[in-house]
């Protein structure tokens, strides 16, 4: 029995749509991942019940962050995005976490500079509080083992495909080193996910087979991580799969292959999503299904699965309300290049062969 909510809502749901197309549903995944790093932080004493927690959010992992406090006696304190909507900001007081949220604004990429700029200000008021830094402590890979597991269970790893939006890169990358690794004891990333203290939730194996998993990033125009901060999308950056900084837990050289896809797109994925499989899920994941059929499409003998982080409802009015505009996903196929200099709307897909990272997103 769960001894707390946020448990609850931390454990996905994986559903077979299609022959060889799962999808890994999750309430709100970032759950998964501050709640294990909450714990890490206690069980090693960086941190004590009733220290107050600090990071900047646009959206969902303000409200994972304030689970996982709750759930263990902790202050949350959030400096949010401009995006971050009524529902979320009265549940976020409900739960007894201060918000600071940014004023209006159009450009996204401002918006995420001024959260970071905001931070180091609390930090210099309060340095007894804990940044918690989701985008670059790799603290935030761990709670993403038991996930891998599951996965590994349910579908194997034999010529499976995970598809996701990077964001912050804890999630996908996590996901694909637990997976990728025969033992189930992933080695951390450059900043040392090893070297958290975690306890491996499988025994070194030396007779197992090499896992086959291919990891396809999902990104928006106008991202700076894998290099198409030159472009720009007229309807939104993508909150929350992209980045105007660089994010230290994204590591690069998983990435097999990349997708840019638009807003006017990844609507289109959602509407379909819903409509034909009844799955009610945020605009990142219509972004996530539309390259997942499309790679299910080019090699129809893997087993693809795609990550869908939270539910649909604070997209009704931005997304869903406007189903009458989706395109037919049979009308939309993305434009294969060879580099960031051919990106192009609403759909650019480039192979990236695990290549290390660019020095703009070091």
Not at 147 to 152: E, G, L, S
Not at 232 to 248: K, L, N, R, T, V
Request: proline share 5%; hydrophobic share 40%; with cysteine.
């Amino acid at each position: 029995m769960d001894q707390h909510i946020a448990e609850a809502i931390g454990r996905p749901d994986l559903i077979r749509l299609d022959d060889r197309l799962v999808c890994l549903r999750f309430e709100t995944m970032k759950v998964v991942s501050a709640l294990a790093a909450v714990r890490h932080l206690l069980d090693t004493g960086v941190v004590r019940r009733g220290d107050t927690l600090l990071d900047s959010s646009s959206g969902i992992y303000a409200y994972a962050l304030a689970l996982a406090c709750h759930r263990h006696g902790m202050h949350c304190h959030v400096v949010g995005s401009t995006t971050v909507d009524r529902t979320l900001r009265t549940q976020l007081a409900v739960l007894g976490a201060t918000l600071e949220q940014m004023e209006p604004c159009d450009d996204l990429k401002l918006d995420q500079k001024r959260r970071v700029e905001r931070i180091h200000e609390i930090l210099a008021a309060h340095p007894e509080y804990h940044w918690m830094r989701q985008y670059h402590d790799d603290i935030h890979y761990l709670g993403y083992r038991a996930v891998a597991d599951r996965i590994r269970e349910e579908t194997g790893t034999d010529r499976l495909t995970v598809v996701g939006g990077v964001g912050s890169g804890a999630s996908t990358g996590a996901l694909t080193r637990y997976l990728r690794d025969a033992s189930g004891d992933a080695p951390g990333n450059a900043s040392g996910a090893a070297s958290t203290g975690a306890a491996p939730t499988s025994a070194p194996s030396t007779c197992a087979a090499p896992a086959d998993v291919e990891l396809v990033g999902v990104q928006p125009y106008g991202s700076l991580t894998f290099g198409a901060q030159h472009t720009s999308d007229p309807e939104i950056i993508i909150a929350g799969i992209g980045s105007s900084i660089p994010f230290g837990n994204v590591s690069h050289e998983l990435y097999d292959t990349l997708h840019w896809i638009s807003f006017d797109a990844a609507l289109s994925g959602a509407v379909d999503l819903l409509r034909r499989h009844a799955v009610f899920a945020g605009l990142s994941t219509g972004a996530a299904y539309l390259a997942a059929r499309h790679e299910h499409d080019r090699d129809p003998e893997r087993t693809v699965l795609f990550i869908a982080p939270d539910t649909g409802h604070r997209y009704t009015d931005t997304v869903y309300t406007r189903h009458r505009e989706a395109t037919p996903l049979a009308h939309l196929a993305p434009r294969d290049i060879a580099d960031q200099t051919e990106l192009a709307l609403p759909w650019s897909r480039m192979p990236w062969n695990r290549t290390p990272t660019p020095p703009l997103a070091a």
